[in-house]
């Protein structure tokens, strides 16, 4: 177990990281992240990704950003879904994502805008991936999701994992999971999809503690379990915001440390468009 005393060995410390980013609604919150991109480049991410609302309500807005990312010289992953589309659509967007210079992409199966019926031609997220590999061939690197947790909407542990295999064997490069606060989770989620005969790397998802309400509430709607103990502290310091970042710092760059000695391939962290706790996270680790 890493202490914070041999931080600075690189035999410990290295690990590659990856960024997350989800398309600023107002020009000041462009201008937010564009700051707090400038000072987590320093971190130098393998690659930042964007996400995209349910059924690519915010495409031009993930299609902006990433064009940003990529003229700042990071190499950048467009968030991509396919719930709603057609064959013929993705077909297009591809071509424009190539045409910017992309070569990354995070397959999704994605959510449906409320009110929706299910439609479109791509029932999951294994038909997408299947797709993009026979219309673009090895052009991008493909990301998928992983549920350490079991993804809300699976029938059975065993189904979702099944699920996430067959992803994997469509033609998947890598997979970055939901975020998770205990590693047992993960660990064991990577042995039961090796078992199956995934490979691949699977890329622990880490979600920086900044703010408890804000984490309730994103918890209770991807089905990421928030520890008893923890949830139990962050509820006793009420409204204290500078002893939730202090513990949510502790506990989230612990978590980072044993994901790092278990020999995770990478870490990628959801940053909220913000870049303190991820810096910090990332200064305590050595990197």
């Known amino acids: 177990m890493a202490s914070h005393t041999d931080d600075n060995n690189p035999a410990r410390s290295g690990i590659p990281i990856s960024l997350e980013f989800f398309p600023p609604k107002t020009p000041d919150g462009a201008e937010k992240?564009?700051?707090a991109r400038a000072g987590l480049y320093a971190l130098k991410p393998e690659f930042c990704s964007v996400t995209y609302g349910a059924g690519g309500s915010t495409q031009e807005g993930t299609f902006a950003t990433v064009a940003q990312i990529l003229?700042?010289?990071?190499?950048?992953?467009?968030?991509?879904?396919?719930?709603?589309?057609?064959?013929?659509r993705v077909s297009e967007q591809l071509q424009q994502l190539r045409g910017m210079g992309v070569r990354r992409l995070v397959a999704l199966r994605g959510d449906?805008?409320?009110?929706?019926?299910?439609?479109?031609?791509?029932?999951?997220?294994s038909d997408l991936v299947a797709f993009i590999r026979e219309q673009t061939g090895t052009h991008f690197h493909v990301e998928v999701a992983a549920y350490p947790e079991v993804h809300p909407q699976?029938?059975?542990?065993?189904?979702?994992?099944?699920?996430?295999?067959a992803k994997m064997r469509a033609g998947a490069d890598s997979a970055i999971t939901q975020y998770f606060y205990n590693a047992d989770a993960y660990l064991r989620f990577v042995d039961d999809a090796r078992r199956l005969g995934v490979d691949r790397p699977i890329v622990p998802g880490i979600m920086p503690i900044s703010s408890s309400t804000q984490l309730m509430r994103f918890s209770d709607?991807?089905?990421?379990?928030?520890?008893?103990?923890?949830?139990?502290r962050l509820q006793g310091f009420g409204d204290d915001t500078a002893s939730i970042r202090a513990f949510g710092l502790d506990v989230v760059t612990r978590l980072c440390e044993q994901l790092r000695d278990a020999g995770a391939p990478a870490l990628h962290f959801y940053t909220m468009n913000q870049a303190a706790a991820t810096l910090e996270i990332c200064r305590r680790l050595g990197l």
């Open 71 to 88: 003229a700042e010289g990071v190499d950048a992953a467009s968030h991509f879904s396919c719930v709603g589309a057609t064959r013929a």
């Open 112 to 125: 449906l805008p409320s009110g929706y019926g299910a439609g479109g031609e791509f029932q999951y997220a």
């Open 33 to 35: 992240l564009k700051a």
């Open 154 to 165: 699976a029938r059975s542990p065993e189904q979702d994992l099944q699920a996430f295999a």
């Open 221 to 232: 709607a991807c089905g990421a379990e928030i520890p008893r103990w923890v949830r139990l």
